[in-house]
């Protein structure tokens, strides 16, 4: 079971920051084998919980499908041609295989096995078999017999974890390998992916054994007070549908009652050639990939009688469901909005239409809800459309909002969508959105000789699966470019009438109390209230267009040009201070990115002013610029591919951004505008503040915030420089003006500003915008950060903190932190350390204990503030066993630190680190560049230094490591313990 876990790297400005985000989502993160297949739920729709037993029928709704006239469409079922540059085959067995040579990264293989079975064929709805089994195949083939495969994927470069590598949904269940091309590894990986298929063992005792992990899975992804939401949410979707009762994470009785023989009934009957795809793609030849496929899956002729895939039947929801949800963990105040809508056949001419004019529509419809807000017409602080398939036959259109007054803000909401209805679609907005989607639709195309292997191999499952079409980037872009062409705002409007007359809302409110969230009748009344208030719309107000975003700079300080050969570019040195440093990349085609970092940070502020910069930096980059509006910049922008945010951490400050090559000179003006003219808007000053004070309420109760806030607490003696969270009452005290303020004393003026940009630009025209837009930027005084880091304690820390009632919560978490000189082999070697620990817990905790889903180590070095060496170790388990959790954990460690790592284990931490290293993306060039053109370096090391560092490294290196990292005496223990 392979994850990928945040590397061991020294602290950039934003690492520390990282792992406090990693901790705080602990609880809600997941392995993308469970409850739904697809990684949970989809984020255009909040997922609530029914705490008084079944979602609601709106019964006292009037009529809310539409009452006007539609027209059915009637799509084109002509075939969208396979790309050519893909081998589709079928095998005797009828066994599919998609083949595909790529070298984007390079010298690497995707595989996939695509199972079309999952949860909706078990023969007990709620057993979570097919989840089950999924996880079986980790845990014994006839090649790999019990835990024997995981010490083979990580000697082919994968790392062990909690998260898989394999996901099952209702529908479909599949297999993920990414390997080198070496010879020794791609036939290890075409074993694996055959004993998948053909010859696992699902053993009666490791059934058993598994029991526990899966038991805990289910505890935490849907026993919390906020992940019970999954649970209404799946009743109101599957309600009616073949699919209703079939959750894919199961329930716990049926967890616990699984046996080997339920297993093989299911492993027998689904997993089977018809119903199973091969696909590889990467850089190995086409004949080649076909002989490994045929070699291994030919004879293959299933283990049972087949029977056949039954179709899942499902209807329209065209009954009101309206209902609400209060849990004190529910701490965003908010309300879902759902629409069933028909699923078309993505592989033909014409579904591929409907669903293009449907995501049209979502942007226009989106693009009215942005202005709405802006101009003080919608009351809502946020609200969001898309579309989301939460099966392969239930497709949804998604609203999410929010306000300070939810029953004002639903009524708006559902007041806009009816006007769209009954006044239709103008053509301003339907060119306003194609421009958008054709700058999309330019910017793919652009970049389509470095599509990447996964993108392929992704693409190709979903061809099997679902039927998605997957041509040629080229022919697929010349058939969008004609639809927009082509598209009418009335063939626009007709299909919003059209689906509006299929379906009935499903309205769900959600937060933490009684007093936020409106009751039932209330929401009934607002949804009424906002159909007949959109019937009766006028005409929407004109908006002034701009032309420009800013009057280019001139020139007056061409700089100091310096060539930097450790990453084939140059840097350009101001008299400003500021330095702009180039790197020219393809590993994105048609695409440039830009990093800039300077050192302060909020360590040169005042007290308490450090957990408010994601609320400062939020309401600038969601606020106009200059004199121009926010409405009038998303309209100067549409049709660009561009983005720039920037960011304050502890000890930095700076800007990251993304724009199509032909848009790079627009992110330089936002650069710009952000450091010379930023502002404040009232709406995105009044939704920062909220994101803010749900982030400080949520801190006060769930318990991985807690105990990240008691790791500081006890790692800084209560330093108020290293709180993370913001104060409620610091928060209620902020007004727009003082958000401005803190933002300007960091980023209005620039002193070391590097500004990194990396990507596919000529290097004459990356010159010229440094030199116009960086060179320009005004100067400020010279500071940095300051050090507000203590000694880490020198003796055992613990503490316990509240999980609350339920016991997804519960687990016990480690920091250690120790200070020693960081070098290139003091971050390597703290990296396989932790590679070494994790692949040992999860054995240990997972495997063996039968405790927990998993456990995670983060380890870190950082060079600023100070020279550190940190782990975390964070794990989750059943809260009756905790004693157990950590006596395990504590042995594992201590044993590590004692013994150090066996030959195996180092080659296999060795193993996953290399192949991490040999994968370079512009992120990491942009870092190098920084580094590079920095008078103070954080990390001046390349990935290649790096892999050339791990064929030297020694075991003993890592076991000394170990020792240093893990004293016996020193480290921070938070328990999570049930009220």
């Given at each position: 079971?392979?994850?990928?876990?945040?590397?061991?790297?020294?602290?950039?400005?934003?690492?520390?920051?990282?792992?406090?985000?990693?901790?705080?989502?602990?609880?809600a993160?997941?392995?993308?084998?469970?409850?739904?297949?697809?990684?949970?739920?989809?984020s255009t729709?909040?997922?609530?919980?029914?705490?008084?037993?079944?979602?609601?029928?709106?019964?006292?709704?009037?009529?809310?499908?539409?009452?006007?006239?539609?027209i059915?469409p009637?799509?084109?079922?002509t075939?969208?041609?396979?790309?050519?540059a893909?081998?589709?085959?079928?095998l005797?067995?009828?066994?599919?295989?998609?083949?595909?040579?790529?070298r984007?990264?390079?010298?690497?293989?995707?595989?996939?096995?695509?199972?079309?079975?999952g949860?909706a064929?078990?023969?007990?709805?709620?057993s979570?078999?097919?989840?089950?089994?999924?996880?079986?195949m980790?845990?014994?083939?006839?090649?790999?017999?019990?835990?024997?495969?995981d010490?083979?994927?990580?000697?082919?470069?994968?790392?062990?974890?909690?998260?898989?590598?394999?996901?099952?949904?209702?529908?479909?269940?599949?297999?993920?390998?990414?390997?080198?091309?070496?010879?020794?590894?791609v036939?290890?990986?075409?074993?694996?992916l055959?004993d998948?298929?053909?010859?696992?063992?699902?053993?009666?005792?490791?059934?058993?054994?598994?029991?526990?992990?899966l038991?805990e899975?289910?505890?935490?992804r849907?026993?919390?007070?906020?992940?019970?939401?999954?649970?209404?949410f799946?009743?109101?979707y599957?309600?009616?549908?073949?699919y209703a009762?079939?959750?894919?994470?199961?329930?716990?009785?049926?967890?616990?009652?699984?046996?080997?023989?339920?297993?093989?009934?299911?492993?027998?009957?689904?997993?089977?050639?018809?119903?199973?795809?091969?696909?590889?793609?990467?850089?190995?030849?086409?004949?080649q990939?076909?002989?490994?496929?045929?070699?291994?899956?030919?004879?293959?002729?299933?283990?049972?009688?087949?029977?056949?895939?039954?179709?899942?039947?499902?209807?329209?929801?065209?009954t009101?469901?309206?209902?609400?949800y209060?849990?004190?963990?529910?701490?965003?105040?908010?309300?879902?909005?759902?629409?069933?809508?028909?699923?078309?056949?993505?592989?033909?001419?014409?579904?591929?239409?409907?669903?293009?004019?449907?995501?049209?529509?979502?942007?226009?419809?989106?693009?009215?809800?942005?202005?709405g807000?802006?101009?003080?017409e919608?009351?809502?602080?946020?609200?969001?459309?898309?579309?989301?398939?939460?099966?392969?036959?239930l497709?949804?259109?998604?609203?999410n909002?929010?306000?300070?007054?939810?029953?004002?803000?639903?009524?708006?909401?559902?007041?806009?969508?009816?006007?769209?209805?009954?006044?239709?679609?103008?053509?301003?907005?339907?060119?306003?959105?194609?421009?958008?989607?054709?700058?999309?639709a330019?910017?793919?195309?652009?970049?389509?000789?470095?599509?990447?292997?996964?993108?392929?191999?992704?693409?190709?499952?979903?061809?099997?699966?679902?039927?998605?079409?997957?041509?040629?980037?080229?022919?697929?872009?010349?058939?969008?470019?004609?639809?927009?062409?082509?598209?009418?705002?009335?063939?626009?409007?007709?299909?919003?009438?059209?689906?509006?007359?299929?379906s009935?809302?499903?309205?769900?409110?959600l937060?933490?109390?009684?007093?936020?969230?409106?009751?039932?009748?209330?929401?009934?009344?607002?949804?009424?209230?906002?159909?007949?208030?959109?019937?009766?719309?006028?005409?929407?107000?004109?908006?002034?267009?701009?032309?420009?975003?800013?009057?280019?700079?001139?020139?007056?300080?061409?700089?100091?040009?310096?060539?930097?050969?450790e990453?084939d570019?140059?840097?350009?040195?101001?008299?400003?201070g500021?330095?702009g440093?180039?790197?020219?990349?393809?590993?994105?085609?048609?695409?440039?990115d830009?990093?800039?970092?300077?050192?302060?940070?909020?360590?040169?502020?005042?007290?308490?002013?450090?957990?408010?910069?994601?609320?400062?930096?939020?309401?600038?980059?969601?606020s106009?610029?200059?004199?121009?509006?926010?409405?009038?910049?998303?309209?100067?922008?549409?049709?660009?591919?561009?983005?720039?945010?920037?960011?304050?951490?502890e000890?930095?400050?700076?800007?990251?951004?993304?724009?199509?090559?032909?848009?790079?000179?627009?992110?330089?003006?936002?650069?710009?505008?952000l450091?010379t003219?930023p502002?404040?808007?009232?709406?995105?000053?009044?939704?920062?503040?909220?994101?803010?004070?749900?982030?400080?309420?949520?801190?006060?109760?769930?318990?991985?915030?807690?105990?990240?806030?008691?790791?500081?607490?006890?790692?800084?003696?209560?330093?108020?420089y290293?709180?993370?969270?913001?104060?409620?009452a610091?928060?209620?005290?902020?007004?727009?003006?003082?958000?401005?303020?803190?933002?300007?004393?960091?980023?209005?003026?620039?002193?070391?500003?590097?500004?990194?940009l990396?990507?596919?630009?000529?290097?004459q025209?990356?010159?010229?915008?440094?030199?116009?837009?960086v060179g320009?930027?005004?100067?400020?005084?010279?500071?940095?950060?300051?050090?507000?880091?203590?000694?880490?304690?020198?003796?055992?820390?613990?503490?316990?903190?509240?999980?609350?009632?339920?016991?997804?919560?519960?687990?016990?978490?480690?920091?250690?932190s120790?200070?020693?000189?960081?070098?290139?082999?003091?971050?390597l070697?703290?990296?396989?350390?932790?590679n070494?620990?994790?692949?040992?817990?999860?054995?240990?905790?997972?495997?063996?204990?039968?405790?927990?889903?998993?456990?995670?180590v983060?380890?870190?070095?950082?060079v600023?503030?100070?020279?550190?060496?940190?782990?975390?170790v964070?794990?989750?388990?059943?809260?009756?066993?905790?004693?157990?959790?950590?006596?395990?954990?504590?042995?594992?460690?201590?044993?590590l630190?004692?013994?150090?790592?066996?030959?195996?284990?180092?080659?296999?931490?060795?193993?996953?680190?290399?192949?991490?290293y040999?994968?370079?993306?512009?992120?990491?060039?942009?870092?190098?560049?920084?580094?590079?053109?920095?008078?103070?370096?954080?990390?001046?090391?390349?990935?290649?230094?790096?892999?050339?560092?791990?064929?030297?490294?020694?075991?003993?290196?890592?076991?000394?490591?170990?020792?240093s990292?893990?004293?016996?005496?020193?480290?921070?223990?938070?328990?999570?313990?049930?009220d």
């Amino acid at each position: 079971m392979v994850a990928t876990t945040p590397r061991s790297q020294r602290d950039r400005g934003l690492a520390r920051w990282l792992i406090g985000v990693v901790v705080l989502a602990l609880v809600a993160g997941a392995c993308t084998a469970s409850s739904n297949g697809d990684d949970a739920f989809d984020s255009t729709t909040p997922t609530t919980a029914d705490a008084d037993g079944g979602p609601e029928d709106g019964a006292g709704l009037p009529g809310l499908g539409s009452t006007l006239d539609s027209i059915e469409p009637d799509p084109d079922p002509t075939p969208i041609p396979m790309d050519e540059a893909v081998r589709v085959g079928q095998l005797d067995n009828g066994l599919t295989y998609y083949l595909r040579r790529n070298r984007a990264p390079g010298q690497r293989l995707e595989l996939r096995l695509a199972v079309d079975a999952g949860s909706a064929l078990q023969d007990q709805p709620d057993s979570g078999l097919a989840h089950f089994v999924e996880h079986m195949m980790f845990n014994g083939t006839d090649k790999y017999p019990d835990n024997s495969l995981d010490p083979v994927l990580q000697r082919l470069g994968l790392e062990i974890g909690p998260d898989i590598n394999a996901y099952t949904s209702y529908d479909e269940t599949v297999y993920e390998l990414t390997v080198a091309t070496d010879p020794s590894s791609v036939t290890e990986a075409f074993d694996v992916l055959a004993d998948w298929a053909i010859a696992a063992t699902l053993d009666e005792q490791a059934v058993i054994d598994e029991r526990g992990v899966l038991r805990e899975e289910r505890r935490v992804r849907v026993e919390s007070g906020s992940a019970q939401s999954a649970l209404l949410f799946d009743e109101i979707y599957t309600k009616g549908s073949d699919y209703a009762g079939y959750f894919t994470i199961g329930s716990t009785e049926g967890i616990l009652s699984t046996t080997a023989q339920d297993a093989r009934r299911f492993y027998d009957r689904w997993y089977r050639p018809d119903l199973m795809a091969v696909i590889v793609v990467g850089d190995l030849t086409l004949d080649q990939m076909e002989q490994e496929v045929t070699s291994r899956f030919s004879d293959f002729a299933g283990r049972s009688d087949a029977i056949e895939r039954p179709d899942i039947e499902v209807a329209p929801i065209d009954t009101p469901v309206v209902d609400r949800y209060v849990h004190e963990e529910m701490t965003r105040p908010a309300i879902s909005l759902d629409y069933w809508i028909p699923t078309w056949d993505a592989g033909t001419i014409g579904g591929e239409r409907l669903i293009m004019l449907g995501e049209v529509l979502i942007q226009v419809i989106q693009n009215r809800f942005d202005e709405g807000i802006e101009q003080g017409e919608i009351r809502a602080l946020e609200a969001s459309i898309g579309s989301f398939d939460y099966t392969r036959n239930l497709w949804f259109l998604g609203l999410n909002f929010t306000g300070d007054d939810l029953v004002a803000a639903t009524e708006d909401v559902l007041g806009a969508l009816r006007t769209v209805e009954v006044n239709g679609v103008t053509q301003d907005e339907l060119d306003r959105a194609i421009g958008e989607f054709q700058a999309w639709a330019d910017q793919r195309l652009a970049s389509a000789d470095t599509t990447q292997d996964s993108e392929f191999a992704n693409l190709y499952v979903a061809n099997f699966l679902s039927g998605t079409e997957a041509s040629s980037v080229e022919d697929w872009h010349a058939r969008v470019t004609a639809m927009f062409e082509s598209f009418t705002a009335q063939e626009l409007t007709n299909y919003f009438q059209y689906l509006m007359s299929l379906s009935a809302p499903l309205v769900v409110g959600l937060g933490p109390d009684d007093d936020i969230v409106p009751s039932v009748a209330e929401l009934e009344a607002a949804v009424a209230a906002g159909i007949e208030k959109g019937s009766n719309a006028g005409e929407a107000a004109q908006i002034e267009a701009i032309d420009e975003l800013m009057t280019v700079p001139r020139i007056d300080d061409e700089g100091d040009r310096i060539e930097i050969r450790e990453v084939d570019g140059f840097a350009i040195r101001f008299d400003n201070g500021a330095t702009g440093v180039f790197v020219p990349s393809t590993i994105s085609e048609g695409s440039v990115d830009l990093l800039a970092r300077s050192f302060g940070g909020w360590s040169t502020l005042e007290p308490g002013d450090g957990p408010l910069m994601g609320l400062v930096t939020e309401a600038v980059s969601s606020s106009g610029l200059a004199e121009i509006d926010r409405v009038q910049l998303d309209r100067l922008l549409a049709g660009s591919v561009v983005s720039l945010s920037p960011y304050i951490d502890e000890t930095e400050e700076g800007f990251f951004g993304n724009a199509a090559t032909d848009d790079a000179e627009l992110m330089f003006q936002l650069l710009s505008l952000l450091v010379t003219d930023p502002r404040v808007d009232d709406v995105a000053f009044r939704s920062a503040v909220q994101s803010a004070k749900i982030e400080a309420e949520n801190s006060a109760i769930d318990p991985s915030s807690l105990s990240f806030a008691a790791m500081l607490d006890a790692r800084y003696s209560g330093d108020p420089y290293e709180v993370i969270v913001p104060d409620l009452a610091r928060i209620e005290g902020l007004d727009a003006s003082d958000a401005l303020d803190l933002y300007e004393q960091r980023l209005g003026k620039v002193d070391d500003l590097v500004v990194a940009l990396v990507g596919d630009i000529d290097a004459q025209t990356a010159e010229l915008l440094l030199q116009t837009y960086v060179g320009t930027l005004p100067a400020g005084a010279s500071d940095s950060f300051v050090d507000h880091w203590n000694e880490p304690p020198a003796d055992l820390i613990e503490v316990e903190v509240s999980a609350g009632a339920d016991s997804s919560g519960a687990g016990v978490d480690f920091l250690f932190s120790v200070e020693m000189p960081v070098s290139e082999r003091t971050d390597l070697a703290v990296e396989l350390v932790g590679n070494i620990l994790q692949a040992r817990l999860f054995d240990a905790i997972r495997e063996d204990l039968g405790a927990t889903y998993g456990g995670n180590v983060y380890p870190t070095t950082s060079v600023v503030p100070d020279e550190v060496v940190e782990v975390f170790v964070i794990v989750n388990g059943d809260p009756d066993r905790l004693d157990q959790i950590e006596q395990v954990v504590l042995e594992e460690i201590e044993d590590l630190a004692r013994n150090g790592p066996s030959v195996d284990e180092f080659q296999r931490a060795v193993a996953i680190s290399t192949s991490d290293y040999e994968l370079i993306n512009n992120f990491q060039l942009m870092l190098m560049a920084i580094d590079a053109a920095s008078e103070d370096p954080i990390d001046p090391y390349t990935r290649g230094e790096a892999l050339q560092l791990l064929q030297r490294i020694t075991q003993s290196e890592v076991a000394a490591m170990a020792r240093s990292m893990f004293p016996t005496d020193q480290r921070i223990r938070v328990r999570r313990v049930n009220d």
